[in-house]
């Protein structure tokens, strides 16, 4: 594994391929209620990086570092729980926009607000 650093990001190359590294801690407590994904499994992912990678490294493997320190949020009055998790994951490279959930889409048009 190197080290790759370009326009104010380091990169890794994992098997002669670019990734890029994403260190979770905290689950996505709500994914079940906004998507349908068990908060146990998703991880949030920032949509300006998705529409970066997308034009500038369309090629680029994420991998996510995750390590879940906080197993318990209460949201709005209600208690999301999850069970310890240590792992990496390689993430799937060809996720069409079209298939980003809808607020992923509008927040990364207006990410700026």
Not at 10 to 29: H, S, W, Y
């Amino acid at each position: 594994m190197l080290v790759y650093t370009g326009q104010a990001r380091a990169f890794i190359l994992v098997n002669g391929r670019l990734a890029d590294l994403k260190v979770q801690e905290t689950p996505f407590f709500k994914a079940q209620d906004h998507y349908g994904i068990d908060p146990q499994y998703a991880v949030s992912f920032n949509g300006g990086d998705y529409v970066s990678y997308k034009k500038q490294y369309p090629e680029i493997d994420i991998y996510f570092w995750v390590n879940w320190k906080m197993l318990e949020k209460e949201i709005g009055g209600r208690t999301y729980k999850v069970k310890p998790l240590v792992g990496f994951y390689r993430a799937q490279r060809s996720m069409p926009e079209s298939q980003l959930p809808t607020t992923a889409r509008t927040w990364t048009s207006n990410s700026a607000n």
